[in-house]
């Protein structure tokens, strides 16, 4: 008898753990703030059978986990669009989206179109856009009106008072005021180089207007509210930021267009949970849910009226700064062929040591 009983209560408990433990797991490789816990609660509320988790990374940490596994140990990342047709053609670490599963009807033409062009191989396509943002410039137009370019970040008029950040977006940004396109040399790393260093040489003579090379977000919030800038490089989302506190300060998309990356929703070569996957991505992209993520990541989503649904705060700052010219002007980031993240190291490498940086 003891042992009959012994037998039903083990069984009862299989059964239970059975039932309990029948949740799929939807395990998310994204950047940070992309996966807010209000959203996550309320996925896990319509999908009481979806459990999310999550690991927060960069691309260069994304493309190493997946390359690391072959694909594995996740059922969603976010890459950013430039990162995945070279990691993809070397690695093969994502496979091809069923389109037919997401509602793509909603997305920004302009850049579901960009994701694509760089996220095809072989005629099937491996991402499609989440969240964009930009680089371009802010300024406070009461003390620089007239900034509108990269190249006046190193007009002698501001002579300590204009700040940039020493990364590739510089790099970018100076080729383009030099009447060049970057994107396009890709295609010859022999032209490619010559350019980046009549880059270098612009950008080392602009060292006796630069105050400072910032670092971060905060560092250049704090100074231009404290007025010891009045121009820098920047990220759109800081300017939001300091719009909200200064309506003086605002994003100037450069005329030659502002520097645009797009996160994006791939999944990995071996992830588990497709269905689950493709639900998250429908789920982010509803109106009243892009605001909570938008809010989160101070980014606007890839969506048809993606600024309307920004949070209040966020809205005005990206009315004040871009027109629909301007979003028609956007630089989108190329892919990156291999040797070109090198030669970009160098060049900043030789305008640090110039500079004394």
């Given at each position: ?18 039932a309990?433990?029948?949740a ?118 009461t ?13 002698p ?100 267009g ?22 998250w ?24 009226g ?15 700064s ?10 989108f980031?190329?892919?990156i ?12 490498e030789?305008?640090?040591?110039a500079?004394?940086?």
């Open positions: 008898m003891k042992l009959r009983i012994l037998l039903v209560g083990l069984l009862s408990t299989t059964a239970f753990g059975a309990s433990g029948s799929e797991t939807l395990r998310l490789l994204t950047w940070g703030s992309y996966a807010p816990d209000e959203l996550i609660q309320k996925f896990e509320e319509r999908y009481p059978d979806i459990d999310v988790e999550v690991t927060y990374s960069n691309n260069e940490e994304m493309i190493a986990k997946l390359r690391a596994t072959g694909g594995a140990g996740f059922d969603l990342a976010q890459p950013s669009h430039d990162r995945i047709y070279a990691a993809q053609l070397e690695y093969g670490i994502y496979k091809p989206l069923d389109l037919s599963q997401i509602d793509t009807d909603v997305m920004s033409p302009v850049h579901l179109e960009a994701v694509k062009t760089n996220a095809t191989l072989d005629g099937k396509v491996y991402a499609v856009p989440h969240q964009w943002g930009t680089t371009g410039l802010m300024a406070d137009i003390k620089a009106p007239d900034v509108k370019g990269w190249d006046d970040l190193c007009d008029a501001y002579t300590g008072k204009t700040s940039m950040r020493l990364r590739r977006t510089i790099l970018l940004g100076t080729a383009f005021a030099m009447g060049e396109d970057p994107f396009a040399a890709y295609s010859d790393l022999d032209k490619y180089q010559d350019l980046l260093d009549r880059v270098a040489d612009k950008l080392i003579a602009c060292k006796q207007v630069i105050k400072a090379y910032w670092q971060g977000g905060d560092d250049l919030s704090a100074m231009m509210l404290s007025g010891e800038i009045v121009a820098s490089e920047t990220w759109d989302s800081t300017a939001y930021k300091l719009y909200d506190q200064n309506q003086n300060i605002v994003f100037i998309p450069p005329e030659t502002a520097l645009t990356w797009i996160d994006t929703f791939a999944i990995p070569a071996k992830g588990e949970a497709d269905d689950a996957a493709y639900k991505i429908n789920f982010v992209l509803e109106p009243e849910n892009v605001t909570i993520m938008s809010g989160s990541t101070g980014a606007i989503a890839a969506v048809k993606g600024a309307d649904l920004l949070p209040e705060d966020k809205k005005a700052a990206v009315k004040a871009f027109t629909e010219a301007d979003i028609e002007n956007l630089k980031f190329a892919n062929p291999p040797g070109v993240e090198d030669m970009e190291g160098k060049t900043l030789k305008i640090k040591a500079t004394g940086g």
